[in-house]
């Protein structure tokens, strides 16, 4: 999430209870995960397996809940919870404000675009010229919709990240990571009925100009999608994945989280892609390989009870 102006650190460290080691006349740009920091960004750690990694990441400020070394023009907001710390921000920045209206009076709304009966636009969105919302569609807050883009009845845009914090020093082991990002959907994207997609935790969630996705597709927080894709029916897309342009996924393919799926490839239905596969390649199975090394594989497991009986016959 990206602050509407800069935010001088000591206001951050007061709002959140923290002791500033560092540069006290910082200013910070934004709050983000670490996968997704920039320069100028807030980023927080509650583990030490993860320590040196935001430290070192691109991240300029870290929260953090004790003082270590870290380079030089950075600086660190030492607290108790760095997990409460973010959650703090996050409340002051993007607050919850429920729109009572079916579409609100924050939202802008392109020439020539339809909108459909029962369908709910929440706060600071902006839907382009020429779309096609059909009936019962819900955009959550600040979400944005280029032009000439389509979305069939039931789609959810923005629902909030399935991303939670554990600690089992505590009752209940899951807290709820307040989500701040957006979806940003590009021109000529159309999306089936039923679909879900989340909005980043506290990145962007994009869906590229000219993707087709099919009914029932969920696609997780912080995923790219690239340009001119096709997702069939039941795909389902876990959080921070890049998928490259031009990439087919056939039904009920899954996607695991943090990977690539490379330009130009397609994966076969039913299969499941657990790590990063090279574009321009034809893949099936679960877990994913080359599909026509996986079809010789089939072939010859079909053959076993023939070659079983080969075998047992010569004894």
């Not at 839907?127 to 959810?156: E, F, R, Y």
């Not at 935790?201 to 869906?207: A, F, L, W």
Request: neutral net charge; contains cysteine; charged residues 20%.
């Amino acid at each position: 999430m990206r602050f509407n102006t800069p935010v001088s650190l000591t206001f951050i460290a007061e709002m959140i209870g923290a002791r500033l080691v560092g540069d006290a006349n910082a200013m910070a740009t934004g709050i983000n995960e670490i996968h997704k920091v920039e320069k100028g960004d807030l980023v927080f750690v509650d583990h030490p397996k993860y320590y040196e990694k935001c430290i070192q990441s691109a991240a300029s400020f870290i929260i953090i809940d004790k003082e270590t070394s870290f380079p030089d023009g950075k600086a660190l907001l030492i607290v108790k919870e760095p997990f409460e710390a973010y959650q703090k921000i996050v409340n002051f920045y993007r607050p919850f404000a429920p729109s009572m209206q079916m579409i609100s009076e924050t939202a802008r709304i392109g020439e020539g675009t339809a909108v459909l009966p029962g369908t709910y636009i929440g706060h600071h969105v902006v839907i382009g010229k020429g779309c096609i919302l059909h009936a019962n569609v819900t955009i959550m807050d600040h979400c944005s919709i280029g032009d000439n883009v389509v979305i069939q009845s039931g789609t959810v845009i923005g629902s909030d990240a399935f991303y939670y914090n554990k600690k089992t020093d505590r009752a209940l082991y899951y807290k709820k990571m307040n989500s701040c990002g957006r979806v940003l959907i590009e021109d000529a994207v159309e999306i089936g009925a039923n679909c879900t997609i989340d909005r980043g935790v506290s990145g962007d969630t994009i869906i590229g100009a000219g993707t087709k996705i099919d009914n029932l597709v969920h696609i997780g927080h912080d995923t790219v999608i690239g340009k001119n894709c096709l997702l069939a029916g039941q795909v389902g897309i876990a959080g921070a994945t890049t998928i490259e342009d031009n990439v087919t996924l056939w039904g009920q393919v899954g996607v695991s989280k943090t990977l690539t799926i490379g330009k130009d490839a397609t994966v076969y239905a039913q299969s499941g892609v657990k790590d990063s596969i090279a574009g321009g390649k034809v893949y099936f199975g679960s877990p994913v390989e080359d599909a026509r090394e996986k079809m010789k594989e089939r072939i010859w497991i079909k053959r076993i009870p023939e070659l079983w009986e080969k075998v047992m016959g010569k004894k």
